[in-house]
C-alpha cells in the first residue's frame, strides 16, 4: 500500500461531536477513498501501543486518557501521495495554527483533541493500518 495509502483516526473528541460525516465527506471531497472503516472504543493498552513513540513525552498519559474517552474511527484512506496529501488536508497538530480550510482548523478543540490523525510516513502508514486492520480489509496490500 505503501505511496497510495495512509491511516488515519477520527478521534474521540471529533467522533463523540458529531463530526465524523462532515470530516470524511471533508476528505472525500479531496478525492480520498475509503478503502477500510471501523468504530471501536480502544483500550489503554491499545491507546499506550498505538502511541508508544510519545512513551517518554509529557502528555503521554493525558493523550491515552484522552483516545480512551470515547469510540473513535480508525479508516485506511487511499489517493495518490496519500500520506502527504492526507498530513496537508488535516494542519498542524495545534489547530491555532493549522491552516485555514483544514481538519483541524475546522473541526479540532486544542492541541490534543485535535479531532483527526493521520500517518506520517508510508512505513507508518503501513504499520498503522495492520494495527487496526486485518489482512481482508487492507485492501492492496496482498
Ligand atoms: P500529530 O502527528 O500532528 O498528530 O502530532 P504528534 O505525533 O506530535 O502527537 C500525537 C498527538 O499527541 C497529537 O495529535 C495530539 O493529540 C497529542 N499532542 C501532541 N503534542 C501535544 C502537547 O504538547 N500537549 C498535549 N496535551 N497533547 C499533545
Not at 25 to 30: S, T
Not at 34 to 45: D, F, P
Amino acid at each position: 500500500m505503501a505511496g497510495t495509502q495512509t491511516l488515519t483516526i477520527i478521534k474521540p473528541d471529533a467522533f463523540g461531536a458529531g463530526k465524523a460525516g462532515k470530516i470524511v465527506a471533508h476528505l472525500e471531497a479531496q478525492g480520498f477513498v475509503v478503502r477500510a472503516a471501523r468504530v471501536m472504543h480502544l483500550t489503554a493498552a491499545q491507546a499506550g501501543e498505538f502511541y508508544a513513540v510519545h512513551r517518554e513525552r509529557p502528555f503521554y498519559q493525558s493523550l491515552v486518557t484522552f483516545m480512551t474517552s470515547g469510540p473513535c474511527m480508525p479508516m485506511i484512506l487511499e489517493k495518490e501521495g496519500a500520506v502527504a496529501a492526507l498530513r496537508k488536508a488535516i494542519g498542524a497538530t495545534d489547530p491555532a495554527e493549522a491552516e485555514a480550510g483544514t481538519v483541524r482548523k475546522l473541526y479540532a478543540e486544542s492541541k490534543e483533541r485535535n479531532a483527526i490523525h493521520a500517518s506520517d510516513s508510508d512505513d507508518n502508514a503501513v504499520r498503522e493500518a495492520r494495527f487496526f486492520f486485518g489482512e481482508a480489509e487492507v485492501i492492496g496490500a496482498r
